[in-house]
Every structure is written in structure tokens, then in C-alpha cells.
């Protein structure tokens, strides 16, 4: 949670911290103690703007911050389960894409340094409109919209990027499955014949 508010709370303590030197400053100056009606109102109303616009600042940081957590963020399972009919719903529409399922296994008890390196490869490697999901502890799912006339080379750049080795198994709809269960399955199947011809 504090993560989220870093850049607030950073730009509240810095504005604290440049106001005190002024406040000894005017302290020096006149006596603080004395003030009333405008002269009061002026010193409080500089406070405050002064504390606002510290709090402005950190809270463009924590947006920007977030955006960059949710770019490399992979989606759940969930997700990518209640996305599925929708894509679908947009690739009958159009007879020049073609939807093409993914399924990624890496080695089991993979550093976690070479996990987090992989997952954020992923997410770059393929286009905002693909589905990247974490479909299980060591398995990833990639739902991409693709050109009938341009073959993919997204997975080919993966392999050239990554320093985790993994197995790879594909379907594509609707020629062989329309619902993702059946997609999956033929990807399995793919993925476990490529690991016994190796």
C-alpha cells in the first residue's frame, strides 16, 4: 500500500522540509505569534499551497510509477478466461486476423530472478492488444490477434531474448478448436510432442 503513495508522501515531506527553514527565517524576521486578520490568513494560505503543490507533484510520480507496474503487470487467469468470447467475438468480424493461443512452460523451480526477467519479456515482446496471463506456476498463456498474411515472429524473439529456456505449444482458432479448452489442449499436445523430439 505505501508503495502506491510513495511519490505523496515524499512530496509532503519535502514541502515540510523546505517550509521549516522560511518559517525560521520569518520567525527571525517577526513574531509569529502575533499574527492575526490578513497577515495570518497570508502565512496559512502560504502553507498550504506550498504543502499542495508538494502533494501535486507526488501524486504525477505515483500515477506515472503505476502506469509502468501495470505495463510489465501479467494478467491472471480469471482474466483471460472472461476475455476469451470477447476476442473471439472481434476476430469473426474481421476475415483478415486469425486468433492464435500460446501456451509457455518453463523449468520448475526457476530462480525467481530468471522468472521475473522471463515474465517481463514476455509483456514486451508482444503487442497492448495480446493477452499475456500467468496460467499457472510455471506456465504462461498468450492470446494474440494475428495477420493471416504475416506469419508471427513473436515467439522466435522470445527464444533469441531469453536466458530461461521453455517449451512452446500453439493452436489456432477456429480450425482446430473454438472454445479455449479445446485450443489448450491442442497446445499441450504440441508443446509435450516438441519436448520428446528434442
Do not use: C
Given at each position: 500500500m505505501?508503495?502506491?503513495h ?7 515531506f519535502i514541502s515540510?522540509?523546505v517550509?521549516?527553514p522560511e ?5 527571525d ?6 499574527l492575526?486578520?490578513?497577515?495570518l490568513y ?11 503543490v508538494?502533494?501535486?507533484f507526488g501524486?504525477r ?8 507496474d501495470l505495463?510489465y ?10 476475455i ?12 483478415d ?12 523451480n ?10 517481463k519479456?514476455?509483456v514486451e515482446?508482444?503487442?497492448?492488444s495480446?493477452?499475456?496471463a500467468k496460467?499457472s506456476n510455471?506456465?504462461?498463456?498468450i ?5 493471416n498474411?504475416?506469419?508471427?515472429t ?8 531469453s536466458s530461461l529456456s521453455?517449451?512452446v505449444?500453439y493452436?489456432t ?6 472454445q479455449?479448452q479445446?485450443?489448450?489442449?491442442v497446445a ?5 510432442a516438441s519436448?520428446?523430439?528434442k
Amino acid at each position: 500500500m505505501f508503495k502506491q503513495h510513495i511519490g505523496k508522501t515524499i512530496g509532503l515531506f519535502i514541502s515540510q522540509l523546505v517550509l521549516l527553514p522560511e518559517m525560521l527565517v520569518f520567525s527571525d524576521i517577526i513574531d509569529l505569534t502575533q499574527l492575526h486578520g490578513t497577515e495570518l490568513y497570508v502565512v496559512v494560505g502560504f502553507y498550504v499551497f506550498q504543502t499542495i503543490v508538494g502533494i501535486y507533484f507526488g501524486n504525477r510520480y505515483d500515477r506515472k510509477a503505476y502506469v509502468s507496474d501495470l505495463i510489465y503487470q501479467l494478467k491472471s487467469k480469471d482474466f483471460a478466461i472472461s476475455i476469451f468470447e470477447k476476442i473471439v467475438a472481434l476476430v469473426d468480424r474481421d476475415d483478415d486476423s486469425r486468433l492464435t493461443i500460446y501456451l509457455l512452460q518453463t523449468k520448475k523451480n526457476s530462480p525467481p530472478e530468471q522468472r521475473d526477467t522471463f515474465e517481463k519479456l514476455l509483456v514486451e515482446e508482444t503487442r497492448k492488444s495480446d493477452i499475456v496471463a500467468k496460467w499457472s506456476n510455471d506456465q504462461y498463456l498468450i492470446i494474440a490477434v494475428e495477420n493471416n498474411a504475416k506469419p508471427s515472429t513473436m515467439i522466435e524473439r522470445i527464444k533469441q531474448k531469453s536466458s530461461l529456456s521453455f517449451l512452446v505449444g500453439y493452436a489456432t482458432y477456429p480450425v482446430e478448436g473454438e472454445q479455449l479448452q479445446e485450443l489448450l489442449q491442442v497446445a499441450k499436445e504440441r508443446m509435450y510432442a516438441s519436448r520428446t523430439t528434442k
